[in-house]
């Protein structure tokens, strides 16, 4: 029987989806989960009764851990190409959702995490201080790709995204609220509602408009990645499968392994 890693719950009176991410230990988004997401956002692209979707997890304390290392490290370079091909595609159908988007970031929210996050049009996190949400892929020994990199910049601006990005920051709540890197900071027990009366304030706003200012600002990023979106697996696959780098992911493992020991 096929896993599930995402629950989808649509409120047909209100045409808001929930999507909770649910792969514990920590949301890493493999290749299944990657696809599983990116089938549940074209099935509600669909739906015409869908005009909001609010993206949570159901993982007490991690929104998402970001990509699955274990996806990148020791695999064929085809494996590799198919992997990056789902991250695309996860990207792609989430930046550019006609929908309302809006993250109820209930936990930390590192790397490709921060990505899901700052590819929805709002995001609420939980005011806990021990959460804690950026770009760090070059703490990995990794490198943040140019879509991963312009969808910060949209978010945070130049100088603040050059900062963050050359030093793999994470902000905890009340820095990423100061960066911009989230909109609003909510208790636990009021992340869903408020994420609920945010969404009634966007779904207040004709939806054509809004589609149309919201393709305006993001299309040129996705036209880029369309255009070269093989060339950029392929860059992917070369980057990864080296050495050097295969031997950045064993030892960050190995980190995580031994902060838990
Ligand atoms: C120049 C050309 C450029 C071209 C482009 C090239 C490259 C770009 C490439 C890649 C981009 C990647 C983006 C990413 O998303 S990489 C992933 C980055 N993620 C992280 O750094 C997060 C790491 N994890 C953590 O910090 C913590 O686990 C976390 C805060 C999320 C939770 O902490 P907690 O203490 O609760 O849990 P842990 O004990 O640490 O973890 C439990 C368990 O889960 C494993 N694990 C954690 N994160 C990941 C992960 N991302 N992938 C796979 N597995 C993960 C962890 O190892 C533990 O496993 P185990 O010990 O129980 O077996």
Not at 55 to 74: C, N, Q
Not at 85 to 100: C, D, F, N, T
Not at 128 to 135: A, F, N, R, T, V
Request: a neutral charge; hydrophobic letters at 40%; aromatic letters at 8%.
């Amino acid at each position: 029987q096929r896993r599930m890693f995402t629950n989808v719950e649509m409120d047909n009176s209100t045409g808001v989806a929930v999507i909770k991410m649910n792969s514990p230990p920590v949301n890493s988004l493999s290749l299944e989960f990657l696809t599983e997401f990116a089938i549940n956002m074209e099935k509600l692209e669909m739906d015409r009764g869908c005009r909001g979707v609010i993206l949570t997890s159901s993982v007490p304390r991690i929104f998402s851990a970001g990509l699955d290392i274990t996806e990148m490290y020791g695999k064929t370079p085809e494996h590799c190409g198919a992997f990056w091909r789902a991250v695309q595609e996860m990207w792609l159908k989430l930046y550019g959702s006609s929908m309302i988007t809006i993250a109820a970031i209930n936990g930390s929210s590192p790397a490709g995490g921060c990505l899901m996050a700052i590819s929805c049009d709002y995001r609420i996190m939980t005011d806990y201080p021990k959460y804690s949400i950026g770009l760090n892929e070059t703490k990995l020994g990794i490198v943040a790709p140019f879509w991963f990199k312009d969808t910060m910049i949209n978010c945070i601006g130049n100088r603040a995204t050059e900062h963050s990005l050359q030093l793999g920051l994470q902000y905890n709540p009340p820095e990423a609220l100061k960066v911009g890197l989230v909109d609003q900071l909510e208790t636990e027990d009021k992340l869903m509602t408020t994420a609920s009366s945010v969404m009634s304030q966007w779904l207040a706003i004709p939806d054509h408009a809004r589609q149309i200012t919201k393709s305006m600002m993001r299309k040129p990023i996705i036209d880029q990645l369309l255009r070269q979106r093989e060339a950029d697996v392929q860059n992917f696959v070369k980057f990864i499968t080296k050495d050097s780098i295969q031997k950045s992911l064993q030892m960050y493992m190995e980190m995580l392994k031994q902060k838990k020991g």
